[in-house]
Antibody, heavy 113, light 107 residues
């Protein structure tokens, strides 16, 4: 069955870099796109970017040049990296398969000063 | 960016009620509109795709409709399990954008 699982740090220091891995199973990254969405505590959903099945990427310009998405198809993993973290980057970070019928459980990241 | 204006932000309702949540798109998005349900501590659940199509496993009391740039999610005969936050998402143009959410709660 289709599954996605995010793994990452619980706590990141202010101005440091966040790295989260989305490990998928039940489908191929070369067939389906994978999206990243985040949700600050008590707030709404925000689309961050996507890894296309062909290997390209797209980013929400709100994150300017802070965000990078990559993948390792041999490991069925998609990676999110975001630098220069601020306290308002505290959020639960989700990966979701193309179509948004399948989501990971999310990983809550707190940015600490 | 396309703005999705969602209303109301909060919707008190009674069990058995019929309720409607609306998203208005700032630009044409065709039928590239999805609705999600999110319960506390959980990931969003896809409810409606293509503006009007019920996702797999979603009860038939849920329905989606479109009138011009207004997209609606209607729930007939509310049940306690429907109490959640609902979001719309436009995926016609990047960046994808979500509505701000509607919290459906028991009156």
């Amino acid at each position: 069955q289709v599954q996605l699982k995010e793994t990452g740090p619980d706590l990141v220091q202010l101005t440091q870099t966040l790295s989260i891995t989305c490990t998928v199973s039940g489908f191929s990254l070369t067939t389906y796109n994978v999206h990243w969405v985040r949700q600050p505590p008590g707030k709404g959903l925000e689309w961050m970017g996507a890894m296309w099945n062909g290997g390209g990427t797209d980013y929400n310009s709100a994150f300017k040049s802070r965000l990078s998405i990559s993948r390792d198809t041999s490991k069925s993993q998609v990676f999110l990296k975001m630098n220069s973290l601020q306290t308002d980057d505290t959020a639960k970070y989700f990966c979701a398969r193309q179509g948004f019928a399948y989501w990971g459980q999310g990983t809550l990241v707190t940015v600490s000063s | 960016d396309i703005q999705m204006t969602q209303s109301p932000s909060s919707l008190p309702a009674s069990l058995g009620d019929r309720v409607t949540i609306t998203c208005r798109a700032s630009q044409d998005i065709g039928n590239y509109l999805r609705w999600f349900q999110q319960k506390p501590g959980k990931s969003p659940r896809l409810m409606i795709y293509g503006a009007t199509n019920l996702a797999a496993g979603v009860p038939s009391r849920f329905s989606g409709s479109r009138s011009g740039s207004d997209y609606s999610l209607t729930i007939n005969s509310l049940e306690s399990e429907d109490m959640a936050i609902y979001y719309c998402l436009q995926h016609n143009e990047y960046p994808l954008t979500f509505g701000s959410g509607t919290k459906l709660e028991i009156k």
